[in-house]
């Protein structure tokens, strides 16, 4: 699958943004799709999953509340909506998919992700 990843900019602290993340070539509906950030000189993080169906979700303890995650089958697009944006949220946003099943406490992590789209820069400033 190619992933496609949109939505970026610059905004100011508390403003929203949502991320659009679609796929071509396979669908996403039969995998797990995840969005990963990487802010500079730092590692790239786990930020927010979601199953195949949209039933499960999982999301990093510092988005949590602020960040949902949600997906359109129809479209083959998972969106990432971002509220109450923080300077610190300042990240490269990546999606990724993977079809080796659900699992909550793996699907944050990077290794487990071989299909990723190229980033969406996200600028907060304070």
């Known amino acids: 699958v190619q992933l496609q990843a949109s939505g970026g900019g610059m905004v100011q602290a508390g403003a929203s943004l949502r991320l659009s993340c679609t796929g071509s070539?396979?669908?996403?509906?039969?995998?797990?799709t995840a969005w990963f950030r990487q802010a500079p000189g730092k590692e790239r993080e786990g930020v927010s999953c979601?199953?195949?169906?949209?039933?499960?979700?999982s999301y990093a303890d510092s988005v949590k509340g602020r960040f949902t995650i949600s997906r359109d089958n129809a479209k083959n697009t998972v969106y990432l909506q971002m509220y109450s944006l923080k300077p610190e949220d300042t990240a490269v946003y990546y999606c990724?998919?993977?079809?080796?099943?659900?699992?909550?406490?793996?699907?944050?992590?990077?290794?487990?992700?071989?299909?990723w789209g190229k980033g969406t820069l996200v600028t907060v400033s304070s």
């Open positions: 990724a998919a993977k079809y080796t099943g659900w699992n909550t406490v793996s699907c944050t992590l990077r290794s487990r992700y071989d299909n």
């Open positions: 070539g396979r669908t996403l509906s039969t995998g797990t």
């Open positions: 979601i199953s195949s169906s949209g039933g499960s979700t």
